[in-house]
């Protein structure tokens, strides 16, 4: 423990944190900061293997709408749902993309995932016009069997993206996600091509304001906001850099990855670093001692909406390392370089208290 925390005691049984300070349907969901896509079978098989041997720091999704050839989309559904009963996944934390809803195969694919041996994590329905084709694919899917599976959504069409609150409102989504390229050729070359760059799709104006109106509406109703591709892969500067504009501007906390090497930067980038955690842990112990009064930091005051604040990056952080069974990941995880070490800095008894879990 760095010198400069202090150890508060209170006295009786402290009162959770989550508890104090955020009111019952308050709490925002929480996904892995990283979504990886993956469509042609050995891809799929690398990522889930990697996902197995990383832990589910990252999520995996397979693609039957870009990755299945044409024609042959519950061909590859029953590849999808082979690869989702396998011994690799391990975690639970594999989700589909599945077809467009009005797609003539959408039921028979919908069909063939749900029946695999171990349900997806989520389902991610591309190019939705607005709320009906979302309502549509639910139906289907509801009518699978896929009642319970939480549903993620692109926006990637004028209708959704003038749609998207209530998209993000809606009781069944629980992630949406910009799909920038089919946005770009929506506007019928309108938007320069440089606009699906690393650069670019940062600063055009239509782009930069899809991106933005669907953070906000995300976060308005609690929902995960993900951001979309960066194809420059080989670029991890311009990757990292993009990542950082994402997360830190934008206000996205999940993004996609389409190349193993870019979830390193990703997570990275997504997560909190170790003065962050440090400046949490100290913020909060001085709190709960104080019975979540105000308290002074470094001559800073601090109350309840800053608490929140560092309480959910705190959450952030330990989500990084707290591997289910309470396992915190392998020392030599290429993942533990990233920045997920900072996860670490809490301590056993604190981590035990408020997330339930040591680590081993």
């Known amino acids: 423990m760095p010198p400069n925390r202090e150890r508060h005691e209170s006295s009786g049984p402290a009162a959770h944190p989550a508890s104090v300070l955020f009111e019952e349907g308050d709490g925002a969901a929480m996904l892995p900061v990283c979504d990886h896509y993956s ?9 889930l293997a990697l996902q197995a041997e990383w832990g589910p720091v990252f999520d995996v999704t397979l693609d039957n709408e870009d990755g299945a050839p044409v024609g042959a989309e519950v061909e590859h559904a029953h590849l999808i749902a082979e690869l989702l009963g396998g011994s690799d996944n391990r975690w639970g934390r594999v989700g589909v993309r599945l077809l467009d809803a009005r797609h003539d195969r959408f039921a028979d ?6 029946k695999a041996r171990q349900a997806p994590a989520y389902l991610m329905i591309p190019k939705p016009q607005g709320v009906a084709d979302l309502e549509l694919a639910a139906s289907v899917i509801d009518g699978c069997g896929g009642q319970g599976i939480a549903l993620h959504a692109l926006v990637e069409t004028h209708g959704a993206l003038r749609e998207v609150d209530a998209l993000a409102a809606h009781p ?10 089919d946005f770009v050729s929506a506007h019928r070359g309108a938007i320069p091509q440089s606009a699906m760059g690393v650069v670019g ?8 304001r899809a991106k933005l109106e669907i953070s906000a509406a995300c976060h308005a109703h609690g929902k995960v906001p993900s951001h979309g591709v960066v194809t420059e892969f ?5 990757l990292s850099q993009a990542a950082r504009q994402a997360s830190q501007t934008l206000g996205y906390t999940r993004m996609w990855s389409i190349h193993p090497d870019q979830i390193r930067a990703i997570v990275q980038a997504f997560s909190p670093s170790t003065d962050e955690v ?6 909060l112990l001085a709190a709960e001692a104080a019975q979540w009064a105000p308290v002074r930091h470094r001559d800073t005051l601090h109350d309840r909406a800053s608490y929140r604040y560092f309480w959910q990056r705190l959450q952030r952080a330990v989500q990084g390392t707290a591997l289910p069974g309470g396992s915190a990941g392998s020392p030599s995880s290429p993942l533990d370089a990233a920045g997920l070490a900072s996860g670490a800095l809490v301590p056993d008894d604190v981590r035990q208290r408020w997330f339930g879990s040591a680590r081993r």
């Open 39 to 47: 469509g042609v079978e050995a891809r799929m098989r690398k990522s």
């Open 109 to 114: 694919v919908v069909q063939v995932v749900l």
């Open 172 to 181: 069944r989504i629980e992630s949406l996600s910009f799909g920038l390229m």
């Open 201 to 208: 799709q940062f600063t055009h104006p239509l782009v930069l």
């Open 234 to 238: 080989k670029d991890m500067a311009a």
């Open 278 to 283: 440090e400046q949490a842990l100290e913020i």
